[in-house]
């Protein structure tokens, strides 16, 4: 038996893979960005072919989980998300100002900064766009962790954008302890959720605008959970300073509404969705049509359990 080490894709996608023998030597070489599988020997013996092929499927592969490290390993968040190994990678991001935008390209893995959001921006000023986007299928063990987000100003969607910060088509990421501030969008001015279902914990969203929905967050036909979250300062032009909900039953505990402002619905806007919203805080925000300074219902059915 012997090993074979698999040779990352180019970020660019323009080379194929490449592949070169090593003899075992009981230990993996300590390069991060190289995968390795155990494979077959060219052999006549049967027998052995049998038991190599045996101990291959009990091990399934032998590959190792490889922490990437963004800039000592990769200069930018991109180039790490374009080599890590969906299942089985974390990108680890030093503190600093990172002016870019990033695309999760439908892998599971964890994009972390190590000093947190505080210390660690993805900012996209004069880049244009969104400044993360999750739109091809990402699930729960897509995370982000740790960053503040801003400079976006979303996702062209034919005449009108969408996620100023961040941009969740057919997707449910995990988005825990992240700042959302000075982003913009018609529709969702710091987030989108667009068919989708994240989880969202521990993150502030301020200062954000929509030109018309959902100046914090804008959630269409999903059920994202929103917990332990500060959405504060938001405006929308139309409606939901804070959030707007437009179908879908999403699920908001244990957070604030403060400061925000809309047409309708300064804190949040419901139309026909069915919010559960338990043990959250409203208070000073702003409805210029006089309709629901915290909440306004616009239909649907919504479960309000709140201190207001």
Same mark, same amino acid.
């Given at each position: 038996?012997?090993?074979?080490?698999?040779?990352?894709?180019?970020?660019?996608?323009?080379?194929?893979?490449? +592949?070169?023998?090593?003899?075992?030597?009981?230990?993996?070489? !300590?390069?991060?960005?190289?995968?390795?599988?155990?494979?077959?020997?060219? =052999?006549?013996?049967?027998?052995?072919?049998?038991?190599?092929?045996?101990?291959?499927?009990?091990?399934s !592969?032998?590959?190792? !989980?490889? =922490?990437?490290?963004?800039?000592?390993?990769?200069p930018?968040?991109?180039?790490?998300?374009?080599?890590?190994?969906?299942?089985?990678?974390?990108?680890?991001?030093?503190p600093?100002?990172?002016?870019?935008?990033? /695309?999760?390209?439908?892998?599971?893995i964890?994009?972390? @900064?190590?000093g947190?959001?505080?210390?660690?921006?993805?900012? !996209?000023?004069?880049?244009?766009? &969104?400044?993360?986007?999750?739109?091809?299928?990402?699930?729960?063990? @897509?995370?982000?962790?740790?960053?503040?987000?801003?400079?976006? =100003?979303?996702?062209?969607?034919?005449?009108?954008?969408?996620?100023?910060?961040? +941009?969740?088509?057919?997707? &449910?990421?995990?988005?825990?302890?992240?700042?959302?501030?000075?982003?913009?969008?018609?529709?969702?001015?710091?987030?989108?959720?667009?068919?989708? @279902?994240? =989880?969202?914990?521990?993150?502030?969203?301020?200062?954000?605008?929509?030109?018309?929905?959902?100046?914090?967050?804008?959630?269409? @036909?999903?059920?994202?959970?929103?917990?332990?979250?500060?959405?504060?300062?938001?405006?929308?032009?139309?409606?939901?300073?804070?959030?707007? /909900?437009?179908?879908?039953?999403?699920?908001?505990?244990?957070c604030?509404?403060?400061?925000?402002?809309?047409?309708?619905?300064?804190?949040?806007?419901?139309? &026909?969705? &069915?919010?559960?919203?338990?043990?959250?805080?409203?208070?000073? /925000?702003?409805?210029?049509?006089?309709?629901?300074?915290?909440?306004?219902?616009?239909?649907?059915?919504?479960?309000?359990?709140?201190?207001?």
């Open positions: 038996m012997h090993f074979v080490r698999r040779s990352n894709r180019t970020p660019s996608g323009s080379a194929g893979p490449s +592949y070169r023998s090593r003899k075992t030597t009981g230990r993996f070489p !300590a390069r991060r960005d190289s995968r390795f599988c155990l494979c077959l020997s060219e =052999t006549r013996d049967y027998r052995t072919i049998n038991r190599a092929v045996l101990a291959t499927f009990a091990i !592969a032998v590959c190792r !989980a490889a =922490t990437l490290h963004v800039p000592a390993d990769y930018t968040i991109q180039s790490c998300i374009d080599a890590a190994v969906s299942g089985v990678d974390e990108c680890n991001v030093a600093g100002t990172y002016h870019e935008t990033i /695309n999760f390209l439908g892998k599971a964890t994009v972390r @900064s190590s947190g959001a505080d210390v660690t921006t993805i900012d !996209a000023t004069g880049v244009g766009g &969104s400044v993360v986007s999750c739109r091809s299928h990402e699930g729960p063990d @897509s995370v982000l962790d740790g960053f503040t987000i801003t400079g976006g =100003t979303g996702t062209d969607l034919g005449g009108f954008t969408s996620g100023g910060g961040m +941009y969740n088509n057919y997707s &449910s990421p995990t988005v825990t302890d992240c700042k959302f501030s000075g982003n913009t969008g018609r529709f969702g001015g710091a987030m989108s959720n667009y068919y989708g @279902s994240p =989880t969202v914990t521990n993150c502030t969203f301020s200062g954000n605008t929509a030109t018309y929905y959902g100046g914090g967050m804008y959630n269409y @036909s999903g059920s994202p959970t929103v917990a332990d979250c500060t959405v504060s300062g938001n405006t929308a032009s139309a409606g939901g300073g804070g959030m707007y /909900n437009y179908y879908g039953s999403p699920t908001v505990s244990r604030t509404f403060t400061g925000n402002t809309g047409y309708d619905g300064g804190g949040i806007y419901t139309n &026909s969705s &069915s919010p559960t919203v338990t043990n959250c805080t409203f208070s000073g /925000n702003i409805a210029n049509s006089g309709k629901g300074g915290g909440m306004y219902n616009g239909g649907g059915s919504p479960t309000r359990l709140s201190r207001l």
